[in-house]
């Protein structure tokens, strides 16, 4: 991986289009090792596969870091080679990456939403702080196909965004869910620009079936929805899996620390999650996964998650395992690559810009949901 990460620096560099330095030190690492110089986001442990939700979380860092370039770059491939040419009208495809036959494009066609509510949420304010009207209207209208194609109701709980478009409410009184499609504080901003869509109603009611869905007080990875309630689920269209909280699940916790304590949802999110926090408190670290029961699966933990979980440890007022566990981050974070772990993962390499750009109050979210970086005064 260090071999892989020099050599795309030293390409980078011979043609003139290193990223350039912004200040942020992980962002610049994670901008010259994973993003090419077209704007594609590279997952290199998943077969140099690209998916929608890289594509998102490079143009919100790149707007936290007034990063505008590379901002443009990303913009520009993901729609592009993901929403053919248009993100106003079409929702982008999720994963891109190396065909059978060989041919690069598509792998499959349909949406992520929680990558497209992110893409969407990060144009308008790209659109209000760069003051660029183009992003603003790309953004506006991004938000409201995802409002016609991926929000349906759900009764006992209300408007809700599903995963996707396709695939995810497969009978009619079955709907599945992922929890860590809905931040808060993404809800709350699209809420700000579109007063009279759903988002406000679908923060309100976000404590309420999370509650539901989290037994025992660690968050899920899925859940499932019959009209009655809300509870565990495995990955829907895999039998053989069974539900747990995990990879997908620590964005739940990440999400609800970084919401502004104005935000009426973030203390119900804090007590539904206390279990949690109880446990990262006792052990040091949180869990890999862990069963709906709040049997622990495995404990462990990637550096990405001990970064992920700080901003709710703060939260919850427990500021001296956050801080430990942040010290213990920020000591993988490689001396020659300037990226965290050894091999670098994309998964902890976003975790970790999350976590750690919010710790470093390089931005925070504003009780209406709307950005405030560091470099907006």
């Given amino acids: 991986m260090k071999r892989w990460w020099v050599l795309t620096a030293l390409f980078f560099l011979l043609r003139g289009d290193l990223p350039a330095e912004t200040g942020w030190s992980l962002w610049d690492a994670y901008a010259a090792s994973f993003i090419s110089p077209q704007g594609r986001v590279i997952d290199a442990d998943r077969n140099a596969m690209t998916t929608s939700e890289g594509q998102s979380y490079a143009m919100f860092f790149s707007l936290v870091a007034n990063d505008r370039a590379t901002f443009d770059r990303v913009l520009g491939w993901t729609e592009k080679n993901l929403a053919s040419g248009d993100l106003g009208r079409q929702l982008p495809a999720w994963s891109w990456g190396t065909k059978k036959d060989g041919s690069m494009g598509v792998l499959d066609p349909n949406s992520a939403s929680d990558a497209d509510l992110w ?45 996707g478009k396709v695939g995810f409410h497969p009978a009619a009184e079955q709907w599945f869910l992922n929890p860590s499609y809905l931040p808060l504080p ?109 049997h622990v699966l495995s404990t462990a933990a990637p550096p990405g998650f001990l970064a992920a979980i700080s901003p709710f440890l703060f939260s919850t007022g427990d500021r001296v395992t956050a801080e430990t566990l942040l010290r213990n981050v920020k000591a993988q974070v490689s001396s020659s690559t300037g990226l965290l772990g050894e091999p670098a993962r994309y998964y902890d390499q976003n975790l970790a810009l999350f976590a750690l750009g919010w710790y470093e109050k390089r931005f925070r979210f504003a009780p209406d949901g709307t950005l405030r970086p560091v470099w907006k005064k």
């Avoid at 144009?123 to 929000?151: D, F, H």
């Avoid at 968050?219 to 495995?234: L, N, Q």
């Fill in 119 to 163: 893409m969407a949420y990060t144009l308008l304010e790209a659109g209000r702080l760069w003051k660029n009207p183009s992003y603003s209207q790309k953004g506006g209208a991004l938000l409201s196909v995802i409002s016609s194609q991926e929000v349906d109701h759900v009764p006992g709980i209300g408007p809700v965004l599903l995963p």
């Fill in 186 to 294: 993404v809800l709350l901003g699209a809420a700000h620009y579109a007063p009279r869509g759903s988002w406000k109603q679908m923060a309100a009611a976000l404590p309420v079936w999370l509650k539901q869905a989290s037994p025992a007080g660690f968050a899920m990875d899925w859940v499932e929805c019959d009209g009655k309630g809300v509870f565990p689920a495995a990955v829907p269209g895999d039998p053989a899996a069974s539900a747990k909280g995990s990879y997908d699940a620590i964005r739940v916790y990440l999400w609800a620390g970084m919401a502004a304590d104005e935000m009426p949802q973030k203390a119900p999110l804090l007590e539904d999650f206390a279990a949690m926090a109880q446990y990262v408190k006792a052990h040091g670290a949180p869990p890999e996964s862990v069963a709906p029961d709040g």
